[in-house]
C-alpha cells in the first residue's frame, strides 16, 4: 500500500504497534524509517494511539510558544536599535541597515503568523483524523516553529552586533577593515580564476564559457563592493567627525590598489573573452548590468543577491 496522503478515506491505526502501522501507511523501504518515526509521535509504549494525540499537541505547541516568544524579543530588540539610530536617522548608511533589518522581521512574523494555523488544524482534526495525517502535521508544525526559533535567534545577535557597531566607532573602523580584507580576497580569486581561462575555447557553452561568464558577474558585484565602501568610508569619517573623534586614514589608500587591481582583472577578463562567449551571454550580462545600476551606495545586499540570481547567465539545457 502507498502512503495515505490525505483525510479522505483515513485508514484506523488505533491501537496498532507502530511498526505495523508503518507497514500500512508506507511500502517504500527507503521512507519506512521516516515514516516510523512520524508515527511513533502519536503513539504509547510502541502503541499508536489517538489518546496520544493531546500529549503530542502539548509538545508541538510549547515548542510554537517558544518561537512566538523568541520572535517577540526579535521585535523588542530591533525597537531598541531603532531607538539607538534615532541621533544619525539623516545616515544612509544606518538607514538602509534598519530597513533591512525590519523586512528580515517581517518575514520571520510571517512565517511564526502560520503557526498558530497549523496548530489549530491539527487541533480540528484531532479526534477522527488519520493519525499519521495528524502525526506528519505536527511533526511539520514542530519542525517550522523550530525553524522560526532560530530565525529569530540569529536575527536578534545580528541585532546585539548592529548595537554594537553603533555606539563604538573603533568597531565600525574594524569591521570596515575587515570588509576591505574580503574585497580584496575577492579581487584575488578573480585574478586567479581568469589565469585558468584557457585561450583557443570557442565554444559557447564549454565549462570555459561557463566560469568565464561567472567571472564577469562576480566582476560586477566587485565593481559595486567598491562603490558601497568608498561610500561608507566617506559616511564614517563624517559620523566620525560629528563626534569629534578621529576618522580612519589608510583605507581609502588600500580602496585605490584594490580598484587598480580590480581594473587589471577587468581587462583581462575582456581579452581572455572568445568572440562566440560574448555572443553567447551578452544580453544576459547587460540587462545584469542595467540592473546593478539601481543598486547604488549605500547598497541592500539581500537585493542585489535576488537581482544577481535573476539574471544570473545560465547554461544552455
Request: contains cysteine.
Amino acid at each position: 500500500m502507498t502512503e495515505a496522503e490525505s483525510d479522505d478515506h483515513p485508514t484506523d491505526l488505533d491501537g496498532l504497534s507502530v511498526e505495523s502501522a508503518t507497514d500500512i501507511v508506507v511500502d517504500d523501504e527507503k521512507r519506512f524509517n521516516e515514516v516510523r518515526e512520524t508515527l511513533a509521535i502519536v503513539a504509547r509504549d510502541g502503541t499508536v494511539c489517538r489518546a496520544a494525540v493531546d500529549d503530542a499537541l502539548a509538545n508541538a505547541s510549547m515548542v510554537v510558544t517558544t518561537a512566538e516568544t523568541r520572535v517577540e524579543i526579535a521585535g523588542e530588540k530591533l525597537n531598541s536599535a531603532q531607538e539607538a539610530a534615532t541621533r544619525i536617522s539623516d545616515s544612509d548608511l544606518v538607514s538602509v541597515r534598519i530597513n533591512e533589518f525590519d523586512a528580515c522581521l517581517n518575514a520571520i512574523e510571517d512565517r511564526e503568523s502560520d503557526l498558530g494555523d497549523a496548530i489549530q488544524e491539527v487541533l480540528a482534526m484531532k479526534e477522527e483524523g488519520n493519525l499519521y495525517e495528524i502525526a506528519r502535521k505536527i511533526r511539520r508544525v514542530t519542525n517550522a516553529a523550530t525553524e522560526v526559533q532560530r530565525a529569530a535567534d540569529d536575527f536578534q545577535f545580528e541585532i546585539d552586533s548592529f548595537e554594537g557597531w553603533l555606539t563604538d566607532a573603533d568597531r565600525r573602523v574594524e569591521e570596515l577593515t575587515a570588509d576591505v580584507d574580503a574585497l580584496a580576497e575577492s579581487v584575488n580569486e578573480l585574478r586567479d580564476t581568469v589565469e585558468t581561462l584557457a585561450a583557443g575555447d570557442g565554444d559557447p557553452e564549454s565549462e570555459a564559457a561557463h566560469t568565464w561568464a561567472a567571472a564577469m558577474v562576480r566582476n560586477r558585484v566587485v565593481s559595486l563592493m567598491i562603490a558601497d565602501l568608498r561610500a561608507e568610508l566617506a559616511a564614517l569619517r563624517t559620523w566620525t567627525e560629528r563626534e569629534g573623534g578621529t576618522p580612519p586614514s589608510d583605507i581609502e589608500s588600500r580602496l585605490d590598489d584594490i580598484q587598480a587591481s580590480h581594473e587589471v582583472v577587468g581587462e583581462r577578463l575582456t581579452t581572455r573573452a572568445e568572440p562566440e562567449w560574448t555572443a553567447r551571454y551578452t544580453d544576459q550580462l547587460t540587462a545584469l548590468d542595467e540592473a546593478l545600476k539601481e543598486m547604488g551606495p549605500p547598497v541592500a545586499w539581500s537585493d542585489v543577491e535576488a537581482v544577481v540570481e535573476e539574471h544570473r547567465p545560465a547554461a544552455k539545457q
